[in-house]
């Protein structure tokens, strides 16, 4: 009788350790987040040619959040902005400015490369957590920014192409962008040494 009762506790044991196990197979796996990139890589890959890169943290005042905004068409959610200034020997070559933006669901984090005439030279996705839409990262996609200024709309299905069930992040991006063009304008570009030199904003591509 004993014994039967031990086996019957058994199974019944066994049946839901079954079922659990079962269940949690149900469940959607958790999102790997692929890395691309570090900073530091980000940066050579951007300006191959400079030996050293400075970093620099700005704080943007509230006049320089609205005038962002105002510029950009696009909400200041974070005041502080972490960049580098690319440099070769005494030659300012321009700024990598670290980013991030909300995709569908995670945060992708980029660097976005800015040439000294406020013009885009390059951006890189240095880590993608979305389950989707890791094509942004393709360079063809990303290629589409270069050359462009607060003088372009950059804009989704305007300039700049979207990616088929990558839209979110395709869109984000993109104002992300455009955002830190803005902010380059406004606040970045008087950081940088020899700030009376640099030249004004890189006209509107024909």
């Known amino acids: 009788m004993r014994q039967l009762k031990a086996q019957i506790t058994f199974h019944r044991y066994r049946h839901a350790a079954t079922v659990l196990v079962c269940l949690l197979a149900l469940l959607p796996l958790p999102i790997q987040a692929e890395r691309y990139l570090t900073p530091a890589e980000a940066q050579k890959l951007c300006f191959p040619e400079a030996d050293r890169f400075e970093q620099k943290l700005v704080r943007y005042t509230p006049a320089q959040m609205a005038a962002i905004e105002k510029m950009s068409g696009v909400k200041v959610r974070n005041p502080v902005t ?4 690319a440099l070769q020997d005494t030659n300012v070559l321009g700024v990598v400015v670290l980013d991030f933006v909300l995709g569908k669901h995670e945060f992708i984090d980029y660097a976005a490369a800015i040439s ?14 979305e389950s989707h839409g890791g094509q942004i990262r ?6 589409q920014f270069k ?3 607060t003088q372009n709309p950059l804009k989704l299905h305007e300039d700049i192409y979207n990616i088929s069930g990558a839209t979110i992040s395709c869109r984000h991006v993109t104002e992300g962008v455009r955002r830190l063009l803005a902010a380059y304008q406004v606040a970045l570009r008087d950081l940088l040494p020899a700030a009376g030199r640099v030249p004004d904003a890189a006209p509107a591509a024909p």
């Open 138 to 143: 393709g360079k063809k996609w990303r290629e």
């Open 116 to 129: 000294l005439n406020g013009s885009v030279r390059q951006i890189e996705i240095l880590e993608y957590r």
């Open 147 to 149: 050359g462009k200024s």
């Open 82 to 85: 972490k960049f580098w200034v």
